[in-house]
């Protein structure tokens, strides 16, 4: 038996692989809007990623997607982000003094924030939902690349937060050789 889909349909479909990319954008950007005005809730947090995740949704599929696909994906987004909240890294990061935030959001890109830390390192903060297996490990070596690149800052390390499992890596930026993961 063969089954037809309508264009229409298949858009839909085709745009609902990308919703874990729209939901880890929007949940990056709402973090990094709730650091640069310096002050955060839960809710104002949840709310402003899940606006953001149906506006992309919007653009990329405007005749709509199954409610079934958006509704898991937009649970998924208040589950990551309430174990962010409740994380040491939120925290410590909502606890930085404005003026030891040196970039935030596009400023701050690829990471979402550089902090100054007590010593007047820079430390870089990036959001992400890591693949497993060896693409975790190759996500890694992308991000301490970038590192490597920032701008013409040297940075003393990356804290990298998996926004899917919640745990914490930090990578150190070895001068001038290879940095390890501690």
């Given at each position: 038996m063969r089954v037809h889909y309508r264009k229409r349909d298949m858009d839909s479909l085709l745009a609902a692989d990308r919703f874990p990319v729209f939901a880890e954008r929007a949940a990056r950007r709402a973090i990094a809007g709730a650091l640069a005005a310096g002050r955060v809730t839960p809710r104002s947090l949840v709310n402003e990623a899940l606006l953001s995740f149906e506006r992309a949704v919007s653009s990329a599929a405007p005749d709509g997607v199954r409610p079934t696909l958006l509704f898991a994906e937009r649970d998924r987004i208040v589950t990551e982000l309430g174990l962010f909240l409740r994380s040491r890294l939120a925290a410590r990061i909502f606890a930085v003094r404005r003026r030891d935030l040196v970039a935030i959001g596009r400023s701050a890109a690829p990471f979402d924030a550089v902090v100054r830390g007590h010593r007047a390192e820079l430390y870089a903060v990036a959001l992400r939902r890591l693949p497993l297996g060896a693409g975790r490990l190759e996500a890694f070596h992308r991000?301490?690349?970038?590192?490597?690149?920032?701008?013409?800052?040297?940075l003393r390390g990356v804290l990298v937060y998996d926004l899917g499992s919640g745990h914490v890596t930090r990578l150190s930026i070895a001068r001038g050789s290879r940095g390890v993961a501690a």
């Open positions: 991000i301490r690349e970038a590192a490597r690149l920032w701008q013409t800052h040297r």
